[in-house]
């Protein structure tokens, strides 16, 4: 089976989805709360159920309370989910290109 998106950056760089894989393209860790259900992202908390726009502003325990809405705007702006993560990212592969 091939890659998954990574959910802040987009490149295939996930090996499972919600498996805590970090992504070496943009360092998001994909959290286990966030996964796919008929083609959209749908997120289960123990609380509530977010989905939608709301899941984006969702704070990520596993992304230092970081929202995949600041990863994907902090990504945009300096390629990498957040600054101190600049050190540990690496420009994606052509294969990791959607």
């Known amino acids: 089976m091939g890659k998954l998106p990574c ?12 498996g805590y894989d970090i992504c070496p393209v943009c360092f998001w860790e ?5 996964v796919f259900e008929n083609g959209g992202i749908k997120g289960v908390r123990v609380d509530r159920e977010v989905s939608g726009d709301d899941l984006l502003d969702e704070p990520s325990g596993a992304n230092h309370g970081l929202t995949l809405r600041q990863g994907k705007e902090n990504y945009k702006k300096f390629g990498a989910c957040e600054k101190d993560m600049i050190p540990y990212v690496r420009k994606p592969k052509r294969e990791e290109l959607k």
């Open 30 to 34: 994909d959290d286990a709360y966030l």
């Open 7 to 18: 959910l802040c950056c987009g490149c295939l760089t996930i090996d499972e989805r919600g």
